[in-house]
């Protein structure tokens, strides 16, 4: 399944040398100015650990959109975001012709985590501004879901015998409300522009996929890009 978000924020672990950069660069000078900047747009993409509950799922790649708000010199923001997070895993196996023959084929299998989520955070300031810890928390509205794609069904027009009809794609899905912690560090840019590193825990969501009660929660470690205007 192709996953957009994902994909635009591919570069992003490269948003902490970009900032190490510029405040090299800036050694000395003031930090840019954006105290009275409300609005602001981040794409994030992420390492995530799930947890043990979906073995043989255990690391996937993420990413999210996401949105805040904040009065001017507030060190209060309010956000909402949109977060997607998979992982694949291949196995082995065994299939049987028409004429009874047997025979190991791979089957793709794949995990996700679908959020909407809201919070708020708090930020400080250091280093005149360009170093800006923060912490937050808030609710999580999940989905869930596991699919297992089979090899494609295969016909052999001069011996029927060895054609091959693998069962049809299964998947399965649920929804759940959970809770979140964050925390990191952002680095000013100039012009609204800046990187930051995150830790995310989602945790308190449970799923139940094929009959099995799953803990949907997990962690993540996040590189951002964002804008504030």
Avoid at 28 to 39: I, M, S, V, W, Y
Avoid at 82 to 90: F, H, P, W, Y
Avoid at 146 to 156: G, Q
Wanted: net charge negative; hydrophobic share 40%.
């Amino acid at each position: 399944m192709i996953r957009p978000l994902t994909r635009l924020a591919l570069l992003l672990p490269l948003a902490p040398l970009a900032a190490l950069a510029a405040c090299s660069s800036l050694h000395g000078a003031e930090a840019p100015f954006d105290e009275l900047r409300q609005h602001e747009v981040t794409l994030r993409y992420s390492r995530t650990h799930l947890d043990d509950d979906f073995r043989p799922f255990d690391k996937g790649v993420g990413g999210a959109l996401e949105y805040s708000y904040g009065l001017p010199r507030s060190p209060w923001r309010f956000f909402l975001g949109l977060s997607e997070t998979a992982d694949d895993v291949r196995f082995d196996q065994t299939f049987t012709t028409g004429g009874g023959a047997m025979f190991d084929a791979p089957v793709r299998f794949q995990a996700q985590i679908r959020e909407i989520y809201a919070g708020v955070r708090h930020e400080w300031t250091l280093a005149r501004g360009w170093v800006k810890p923060y912490f937050g928390g808030g609710a999580s509205f999940a989905e869930g879901s596991i699919e297992s794609t089979p090899p494609p069904a295969f016909i052999d027009p001069g011996d029927p015998n060895n054609s091959i009809f693998p069962p049809s794609e299964v998947d399965d899905d649920d929804d759940s409300f959970g809770l979140f912690t964050t925390a990191g560090v952002a680095f000013p840019l100039g012009d609204g522009f800046r990187v930051s590193a995150d830790w995310r825990w989602l945790f308190l969501p449970e799923f139940d996929l094929f009959g099995t009660n799953r803990d949907g929660g997990y962690q993540l470690l996040g590189f951002s890009f964002g804008w504030r205007f």
